[in-house]
């Protein structure tokens, strides 16, 4: 409901680095990543799993605001056929054999397990987000020349 009333602002960055660092419950991230995942990839529904760091992000980091900002716009007008996960680096790793994290935040567009793009890092350009949905849609498939740093790759669950 408090996620409703504040969708944009600052309010909404707040809650959403509140949610992201799990010190917020948020019924639109999930709260199992494995078995949200794995449901999402048996049923054949789209993913953006969205890996963060489990360390308390600094106030004061201008790139930590603008992704945080950019995500919550994306998740506020994500089309409803894709599912949003949230998961830490650390559960990734248990969670998934491939691909390897780079660093502790990342985030995967899976249309199915033989076809997804990796993003390292924080996504500081929104068009990655949109780029990234159409192709979990099918409505663009991937070319390295628009890829905004997506990278093909294929997810294998543990």
Known sequence: MLWAVA???RLAVLLLVLAL???????????????ALETALRSGVGVVLVVTSARQPDPADEAYGDWA????RFSAR????????K?????????LAAPPLTSDFATLFIRDPKH??????MILEPQVYLRGQAYVLRRADFTPRTGYGLRQTAVQLR
């Open 87 to 95: 998961t830490t680096a650390a559960e990734y790793r248990n969670i």
């Open 7 to 9: 969708r944009s602002g």
């Open 21 to 35: 660092t799990g010190l917020l419950p948020n019924e639109g991230l999930a709260a199992a990543p494995r078995e």
């Open 69 to 72: 900002e950019y995500l919550n």
């Open 116 to 121: 997804a793009l990796q993003y390292d890092g």
């Open 78 to 85: 994500a089309d409803p056929a894709i599912r949003i996960i």
